[in-house]
């Protein structure tokens, strides 16, 4: 069994709601990885770094305009007292509909800096000046706008935090999940064998892990190919990977599907035509 980083990845989020925040890190592997220590997530009260006595976090916008903006000197305070109390994060990043879109990538990319700050706007959004003095990077979780960045600062601490080891039980789920290798993943199954009158696919019951490995690299194939053809392009397939590909085009091709549905077929024998295993 892989031992677990010793070194435990640390996320602070700068929130005006910092219950919102909580409640989201309460569950979950992600819950359980903050309260046993391997991650060390920590909520900061922006109302806590206001100089004023009603704790003034937002202004009206210079040249007017409808709605308010989330002041600079709150969120600039909160970050000088996240780096001596907490040390400096490796990347600050304001949560933007406006920054660079979310990915796996980005995310395998942010649990390399080991320490992140995230910068939850509200209102109209924040002023530039904090993107200006303080932020390592701009993010957007997907091309729509929320109303702040509590949800999206939760995506991104479940999306790097699942990549640290000992955050998920198994790290062989984490690598094969969807992305992980540039593929989606394949489907699961789990018990009852039968329910419906839809049957788990025959070759998943057999107890042949070679033919299971290689049903389940098929439809992980056939389904990146369905659905997602663009990240095939940027895949690194081996030799054989690269052969399955071939076959389920020229599937597709012959108007037999991309073997997606084919192989999804419930109680599909394991060599039935179209599911490429007779011709392995
Ligand atoms: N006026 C801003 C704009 O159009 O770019 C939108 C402000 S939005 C109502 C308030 C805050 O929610 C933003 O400052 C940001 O922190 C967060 N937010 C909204 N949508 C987001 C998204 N898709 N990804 C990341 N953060 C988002």
Known sequence: MREPDVSAMKFDIITIFPRMVEAGLAEGVVGRAAASGVLDVAVHDLRAYTGDRHRTVDDVPYGGGPGMVMKVEPVVRALASIRSRRGAPGAVVLLSPQGRVFSQHEAERLRTAGHVALICGRYEGVDERVRELVTTDEISIGDYVLSGGELPALVIVDAVGRLVPGVVGDAGSVEEDSFSRGLLDHPHYTRPATFAGHDVPAVLLSGHHAEVRRWRQRQALARTLARRPDLLE?????????????????????????????DDRVGEPTGAKGTGHGRD
């Open 234 to 262: 940027r895949a690194s397939l081996d030799e054989d990977e690269r052969r399955m590909v071939a076959d389920l085009e020229r599937d597709a091709a012959r108007g037999e599907g991309a073997g997606e549905e084919q």
